[in-house]
């Protein structure tokens, strides 16, 4: 049973910054896919960043390149988010994801197979 669970959220002011993590256990994530989405409230689940298990290769959506960063540690089994410069608009519950095996990186959410339950990072202004 994949679990996925996340940590690390909180409030902070305007250019702050929070680094969020994910454990992941329950299997080998070797050629699994790892993400970020967020979802403010009112608003569609939208990608926030991504990185393939091995490899590291990442992937982020326009508005956090830049400020955020992507990592994972292997040993661990667990993903990261350092968030700088935040902004008021990043304020959202974010959530870990996993996509199984795949050529292809996604940036929908229907396109991952696990989430963990989401952390609320609120940002005042």
């Known amino acids: 049973q994949v679990q996925l669970v996340e940590s690390g959220g909180g409030l902070v002011q305007a250019g702050g910054s929070l680094r969020l993590s994910c454990a992941a256990s329950?299997?080998?994530?070797?050629?699994?896919?790892m993400a970020w989405f967020r979802q403010a409230p009112g608003k569609e689940r939208e990608f926030v960043a991504a990185?393939?298990?091995?490899?590291?290769?990442?992937y982020y959506r326009d508005s956090v390149k830049g400020r955020f960063t992507i990592s994972r540690d292997n040993a661990k089994n667990t993903l990261y988010l350092q968030m700088n410069s935040l902004k008021p608009e990043d304020t959202a519950v974010y959530y870990c994801?996993?996509?199984?095996?795949?050529?292809?990186?996604?940036?929908?959410?229907?396109?991952?197979?696990?989430w963990g339950q989401g952390t609320q990072v609120t940002v005042s202004s």
């Open positions: 994801a996993a996509q199984g095996p795949s050529v292809i990186v996604t940036t929908t959410p229907k396109g991952y197979d696990y």
């Open positions: 329950g299997r080998t994530f070797d050629s699994y896919t």
């Open positions: 990185i393939r298990w091995i490899g590291g290769s990442t």
